[in-house]
């Protein structure tokens, strides 16, 4: 009886230990991919597969899985769970999320910089972002070795990105020198050259005025044309050279009582041709013998030109506009309106006339307006480029000061001198002058005058200078 009882009890003991085993014995969890998976920042976490199973019954249905994994690098639990007759049993994965990626350094300007040899490089900026961490630029660290500028910095997972920026020290512009007055002067005999001035300038070392080299001289006394060199050089050993011409003339024969012929009348027009006062004046000219100068503009009609020029008259030149803003507004703009007439002149008569006359004569003080000092650098200009100019000593007082032909004409004749010649300024443009010419050449002729049209071997009346 109590052997029995004894076999009972152990029974009873072996079958709740097998019953235990079988409850407690956990099931198999495979974990696809493994229970450590690293994934890149960026990338999102995808479930890879698992299968749960005990005594070979799958038990997927049963699995419950929960995470907290979110979009920033560190390490998280996924946990995989079963309840099996009320006992938990689970399984945990660790998901990584790591940055790999480097951060983007971008350089404002150039990776290579041309700077001034006696320079400093001045930072043009610089920027680092990252991929996890945004805008790192402030944790960039500079350094500079030689030439070379070198970018540095990490990212908060330790990526790490590094640029140059090159820096060349060189200077290959050359300097430039500016000459004060113009490039070519043009002196008369006898007066004093004194340089007009110069500055000089460098990309790199600014005002080298002062490292000006000149060579060359002129001789006021002596007719020539003279070279002055300019040459300067920067720290670099960059050379520039200008060029200066001057050229010493003779001076010209001066205003007045002994100039020319004595007791020769040039009647002059000017402002012409016009239809109406041209021809008629042309006509008295035809019928008393005498030869004039017209100095002519682009008005009126081409005939009047050519019937000028076929009697025997000097067809001069006295600028194609007469518009004092445009003939005076600078040099290139006076000769381009001379050269205007000129043209019309050559191509209604085929011939070129060299003679002119300035509108408002040399001693104008209108082209003051519009440029200053003009009249001196053309007075001597033109003689460079071959012209003669003609101003007067008798003026008729037609272009304002008398509407009358009576005073035309006693505004000539008392001004006629025998011990001179006697140049007379007249417009063919105003009918009182038509009017009055007939008297004043028979008043010139009964006086012993001879009258002659300006050619290119009349001696220059001219007037002083005052712009
Ligand atoms: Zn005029």
Redesign the pocket.
Known sequence: MKKKYVIGIVSITILLIILSVIFFIPPKFELKGGKNIEIKYGEKYKEPGYKVTKFGQNLNKNVKITNKIKNKVGTYDVIYKVKIFGITFSQTRTVKIVDLEKPVITLNGNTNVLICPNSEYQEEGYKAIDNYDGDITEKIKITKKDNIITYFVKDSSNNEAKVTRKIIKEDKTSPSINLKGNKAITLYLGNTWKDPGYTANDNCDNDITNKVAISGSVNTNKLGTYKITYAVKDSSQNQTTVQRTVKVISKPTNSGSSSGKKGTIYLTF??GPKEGTTNVILDILKEENVKATF?V?NSGPDYLIKREYNEGHTVGL??AS?NYSIVYKSVDSYYNDLKQVQDRVKRITGYESKII?F??GSSNTVSKNYSKGIMSILTKDVLNKGYKYYDWNISSGD?GETTSSSGVYNNVIRSLSKNRANMILM?DIKPYTRDALRNIIRYGKNNGYTFEKITMSTPMITHHVNN
């Open positions: 000017d402002d100095f503009t006295h600028t007469h006359r509108p408002g272009a417009h």
